[in-house]
């Protein structure tokens, strides 16, 4: 079947004025102006009220915070307090809590426009051992492309570290499941639905050993290595204090400065820090909501990019967004770099960041681009909300208007939202169900 998505009111792409063809999970062809496809078309799609995006892809998330979303013991502070203040009531987390709440922030995602996700689990509870399958259950039902990031902590207060002892595991425990995360899940190649990713969650909660032999595990297995860095000051002093060194350095201490790795953050660089990260491949995964909203400061897109270095865009969260909308994600990191940068960051820029940049920062080169040969992945918006009347560019309109919901999404050449939503997700239920565990989860405080 090749589906002819026809004459888009705009599109992100070259020499596609007149859409894409899409067969099986691919796109085959892009029709240029006044031409017509090559393909024999079965079926098409008329486009004409849509802006065509390539599918966004999220590189930064933890879905069981959206319970504990503006929680009001933590709304107004920086990082280290805001977790301190999260970790005892986080170490309750059950697996039917993290079932429901990966549902609800896969859904939030899908319908602003996501069809690639990372998810950084680094919460181990007792009676949570079956994360990681959990979460692929949930990505495999709602049909977007994940990569779970298997999380760990394992230094806690009484060793040196910030989480206290309920919320951490021992390292053989650590990497025995790493292993068996990858055997069980991580698929290989063009097209993956699941792959796995190591992620110790940050230099303030695992040892040096952990990160070490977390980094010779990826290089045995291939797969990508995710953290936490350099996302305040607290955690700059801490990596001083704690190992002799900056959160660099560190990193680069413990064979973690490689073109497997993708950061968190990325915001308290030195110049000669951002020429590392760039010689050696690191991507860094730009969190502009989560960085405003917790006073963490402003990430250096422009010099990192500079340098070479892979800029994607990441919700983060979502308790310090507090929302799972990438759309918003993308027009805040246009504002926040027009602070930095002043006009020379433009709405391309954040839109390059959510799709070609984090695709990148994922490893991969078959999404994140509507081009010939990719995977059919898009995100398609309509304008006919209130805030777009009277806007001249379409594209820009998206970011600066505000765009926020997508009306039309398609995973591997199949249609995953239409009309505004899901398909195949009761909203209604799903809000119930979430809630219901949300207030489980805080009111025991
Ligand atoms: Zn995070």
Same mark, same amino acid.
């Given at each position: $079947?090749?589906?002819?998505?026809?004459?888009?009111? %705009?599109?992100?792409?070259?020499?596609?004025?007149?859409?894409?063809?899409?067969?099986?999970?691919?796109?085959?062809?892009?029709?240029?102006?006044?031409?017509?496809?090559?393909?024999?078309?079965?079926?098409?799609?008329?486009?004409?009220?849509?802006?065509?995006?390539?599918?966004?892809?999220?590189?930064?998330?933890?879905?069981?915070?959206?319970?504990?979303? &503006?929680?009001?013991?933590?709304?107004?502070?920086?990082?280290? %307090?805001?977790?301190?203040?999260?970790?005892?009531?986080? %170490?309750?987390?059950?697996?039917?809590?993290?079932?429901?709440?990966?549902?609800?922030?896969?859904?939030?995602?899908?319908?602003?426009?996501?069809?690639?996700?990372? @998810?950084?689990?680094?919460?181990?509870?007792? =009676?949570?051992?079956?994360?990681?399958?959990?979460?692929?259950?949930? &990505?495999?039902?709602?049909?977007?492309? $994940?990569?779970?990031?298997?999380?760990?902590?394992?230094?806690?207060?009484?060793?040196?570290?910030?989480?206290?002892?309920?919320?951490?595991?021992? +390292?053989?425990?650590?990497?025995?499941?790493?292993?068996?995360?990858? %055997?069980?899940?991580?698929?290989? =190649?063009?097209?993956? $639905?699941?792959?796995?990713?190591?992620?110790?969650?940050?230099?303030?909660?695992?040892?040096?050993?952990? $990160?070490?032999?977390?980094?010779?595990?990826?290089?045995?297995?291939?797969?990508?290595?995710?953290?936490?860095?350099?996302?305040?000051?607290?955690?700059?002093?801490?990596?001083?204090?704690?190992?002799?060194?900056?959160?660099?350095? @560190?990193?680069?201490?413990?064979?973690?400065?490689? &073109?497997?790795?993708?950061?968190?953050?990325?915001?308290?660089?030195?110049?000669?820090?951002? +020429?590392?990260?760039?010689?050696?491949?690191?991507?860094?995964?730009?969190?502009?909501?989560?960085?405003?909203?917790?006073?963490? =400061?402003?990430?250096?897109?422009?010099?990192?990019?500079?340098? =070479?270095?892979?800029?994607?865009?990441?919700?983060?969260?979502?308790?310090?967004?507090?929302?799972?909308?990438?759309?918003?994600?993308?027009?805040?990191?246009?504002?926040?770099?027009?602070?930095? @940068?002043?006009?020379?960051?433009?709405?391309?820029?954040?839109?390059?960041?959510?799709?070609?940049?984090?695709?990148?920062?994922?490893?991969?080169?078959?999404?994140?681009?509507?081009?010939?040969?990719?995977?059919?992945?898009?995100?398609?918006?309509?304008?006919? +909300?209130?805030?777009?009347?009277?806007?001249?560019?379409?594209?820009?309109?998206?970011?600066?208007?505000?765009?926020?919901?997508?009306?039309?999404?398609?995973?591997?050449?199949?249609?995953?939202?239409?009309?505004?939503?899901?398909?195949?997700?009761?909203?209604?239920?799903?809000?119930?169900?979430?809630?219901?565990?949300?207030?489980?989860?805080?009111?025991?405080?």
């Amino acid at each position: $079947m090749a589906l002819w998505l026809k004459d888009p009111l %705009a599109i992100l792409a070259e020499n596609a004025e007149r859409g894409v063809v899409v067969e099986g999970a691919r796109i085959v062809e892009l029709v240029a102006k006044g031409a017509e496809p090559a393909t024999v078309i079965d079926e098409i799609f008329e486009a004409g009220r849509h802006v065509m995006l390539p599918g966004l892809v999220n590189t930064h998330h933890h879905f069981y915070q959206t319970l504990t979303r &503006a929680h009001p013991d933590a709304i107004n502070k920086e990082l280290f %307090a805001w977790l301190k203040t999260f970790y005892p009531v986080w %170490a309750r987390l059950r697996p039917e809590d993290l079932a429901v709440a990966t549902r609800l922030a896969l859904t939030e995602l899908l319908m602003s426009g996501v069809t690639t996700t990372s @998810y950084h689990h680094y919460l181990f509870p007792d =009676g949570l051992d079956d994360a990681v399958d959990i979460q692929v259950a949930e &990505a495999r039902r709602t049909g977007l492309r $994940m990569t779970v990031t298997r999380g760990s902590m394992n230094l806690s207060v009484k060793d040196g570290g910030l989480p206290p002892d309920s919320v951490v595991q021992d +390292e053989d425990a650590i990497l025995a499941d790493c292993e068996r995360a990858i %055997a069980r899940h991580h698929e290989r =190649g063009e097209g993956a $639905m699941v792959q796995i990713a190591l992620a110790p969650c940050s230099p303030f909660s695992v040892t040096r050993e952990l $990160m070490r032999a977390t980094a010779r595990l990826a290089e045995t297995h291939d797969c990508r290595l995710h953290t936490h860095l350099a996302e305040t000051r607290d955690e700059d002093a801490f990596c001083r204090q704690m190992f002799g060194m900056s959160p660099l350095d @560190y990193l680069e201490d413990t064979g973690w400065l490689t &073109a497997r790795s993708w950061l968190a953050h990325g915001i308290h660089f030195s110049d000669s820090d951002i +020429e590392r990260l760039g010689r050696h491949g690191v991507g860094i995964c730009h969190c502009p909501t989560s960085n405003m909203l917790l006073a963490s =400061g402003r990430c250096r897109t422009c010099e990192l990019e500079a340098a =070479g270095v892979a800029v994607g865009l990441g919700v983060d969260g979502a308790a310090s967004n507090d929302s799972s909308n990438l759309m918003e994600g993308v027009r805040h990191a246009l504002l926040v770099n027009r602070l930095t @940068y002043g006009t020379k960051v433009t709405h391309l820029d954040a839109l390059r960041w959510a799709t070609s940049g984090s695709a990148r920062c994922l490893g991969r080169n078959d999404i994140g681009v509507i081009s010939m040969g990719k995977q059919a992945d898009l995100a398609l918006f309509d304008l006919d +909300e209130l805030r777009f009347s009277g806007a001249g560019d379409p594209l820009a309109a998206l970011i600066l208007c505000g765009a926020h919901r997508a009306d039309r999404v398609m995973v591997a050449g199949k249609w995953k939202v239409t009309a505004g939503m899901p398909v195949g997700v009761d909203l209604e239920w799903l809000k119930a169900e979430h809630g219901t565990a949300a207030r489980r989860l805080v009111m025991l405080d």
